[in-house]
């Protein structure tokens, strides 16, 4: 800790706008506010258009259990702040016009906040600069949210490879990934309490929290932090990263880091020294290595959708690819959604995903290829319901791995339909995941929870079970 704060007046103060950086650690807006002097006045904006916006494919934008997530992350940050004797200021709107308007009523002379790449997040990004400009106010953008800093690459971000081998290789060849900053020591704008404002409940949102939901997660830095430690040092965690047989554990298959690191309550660079840390102690194996190489793949898909822009978002992706159009697409891809489509591990993963928010990495590819490559549906469906459900969602990872599955990527080669029947004997041979996830599959053996509908006459009235009645048949051959 070192005190940063200088002596100033009303022109040193500051805005920080919080976003998808929820934390004090390594939080370099908030380092930047207050290298330069400034009283920083701590600010988080609950944006109606995200929290209760419907997408352009008619999905909501958020999911209840994501709500509940990040109300949780901006109370532990705004006690965080109380705890250094300050205060966040909680509002709901338009950070645009709620920033510019506290920026004129506290007198401050810039803004900062950690720069997000995507289209939506730029253009509010965009527009309030815009505004503080009419007032003679400034807003800085700092990179903070990927583990490399821009600066150190070793190309210009427009030169980004399109291969991740290519691009993991030039970045761990060539620099290093730099020390954490520290929280700096701040100067405390008095606020009085009734001009904090209020958090607002999970419920506020309407979302639909109530309904047979099941969180895994919850939100805040020193949760993310905790998380974090017991992952990396505690015997099932990542020394057996990825482990098939931890499959169906979801806390334990793989870190479940994403949450915290999605709203940034944990930095990369704070997950990336505790590995290394670990691998100080322990030597650097292939676990602890795979999961660094997920954290660089998390940087690629910043710096692809900073290179490439909108067409991230596009049908046609990056190659532009035509994507023809499918008959009873809509129908189609609503049975996928719902867990209808008659393929079991198809089916409890997207039930799992809409319960709780999140599906471990092979599932989410599993669904994901079933959808676009053996049902012939618009990735940017697929892409869409994701950002609707995943309480780990992240613009930039969700949409340039769909952008993989669809084939649009000069990397992702072919589409390639996944074996559902290989991957559920290699991850849940006694189909227990698929039995939490679909009752009615239940009473079935072992040797028929992935194929229901090859029962025989007998074994139907042995297990009361009929298929097409106590779950639809398959809507596709598949194996
Ligand atoms: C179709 C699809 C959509 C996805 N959408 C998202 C999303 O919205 N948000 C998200 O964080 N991840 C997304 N991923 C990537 C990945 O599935 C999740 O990051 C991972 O499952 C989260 O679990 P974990 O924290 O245990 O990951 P770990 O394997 O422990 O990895 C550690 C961290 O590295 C990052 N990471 C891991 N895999 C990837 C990857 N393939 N691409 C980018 N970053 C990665 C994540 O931040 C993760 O927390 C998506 C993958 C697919 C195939």
Known sequence: MFKLFRMGGLKNRSILWYRQDLRMHDNEALHEAARFGHQVIPVYVFDARIFQGISRFGHPRMHPLRARFIVESVKALRQSWRDMGGDLIVRAGKPEEIIFSLAGEFKTSMVYCNRERTRDEVRVQDKLERNLWSIGQEMRCTRGKMLYYTQDLPFPVPHTPDHFPAFRKELERVIPVRPMLDIPDTTPVPIRPADAGEIPEPEDFRLGLERGLEPLFNGGEKEGIRKLKEYIWSDGGLKRYRAKDNFLNNALFSSSLSPWLAQGCLSPKMVYHEVKSYES??????????????????????LITNKYGDRVFQRGGILKKPVPHVRDETYLFNLWKEGRTGVPLVDAAMKALRATGYLPHPLREAVGRFLVSSLKVNWQLGADWFEANLVDYDAASNWVNWLFLAGQMPESGEERAVSL????????????FIRKWLKELDPLPDSKILHPESLSKEEQVKYGFTPGKNYPRPIIPFG
Do not use: M, W
Not at 291 to 302: A, G, I, P
């Open 421 to 432: 029947a290989y991957l559920a004997k290699k991850y849940d041979p006694s189909g227990h």
């Open 281 to 302: 102690i322990f030597r650097p194996g292939e676990a602890s290595q795979n999961l660094l190489t997920e954290l660089v793949r998390r940087d690629y898909c910043r």
